[in-house]
C-alpha cells in the first residue's frame, strides 16, 4: 500500500512526498528494493546525483542483478570525476 501511494506521489511529481513515504517503506521493510530505487530517483530530481546513485547501489545489493552493479560501477566512476 505504502510503495504505491510513494510510487503515485512521484509520478504526480511530489518529490518530497515520495521521499517521505518511502523512507517509512524502508524503515518498515529495509529489504523493499523498489522503495530504494523510488527515493534514489528522486534525489536525482532534486539534482543530488551522490546520494541518488547510493541508494541505486542499495536497491542493487537486495536485486542481486549483475548487469545492474556494471551499470553502476561505470555510473560511480563518472560521478567521482565531476565531483572531485
Not at 27 to 45: K, M, Q
Not at 57 to 65: F, S
Request: one cysteine or more; hydrophobic letters at 45%.
Amino acid at each position: 500500500m505504502l510503495i504505491g501511494e510513494g510510487n503515485q506521489a512521484f509520478v504526480d511529481g511530489d518529490t518530497q512526498a515520495a521521499m517521505r513515504i518511502m523512507q517509512e517503506v524502508i524503515r518498515i521493510e529495509p529489504r523493499a528494493s523498489s522503495a530504494w530505487s523510488v527515493l534514489a530517483n528522486c534525489y536525482i530530481d532534486l539534482n543530488e546525483p551522490q546520494k541518488a546513485l547510493q541508494l541505486r547501489i542499495m536497491a542493487a545489493h537486495l536485486n542481486h542483478d549483475a548487469e545492474e552493479w556494471e551499470q553502476l560501477a561505470r555510473e560511480s566512476r563518472w560521478v567521482l570525476t565531476i565531483f572531485e
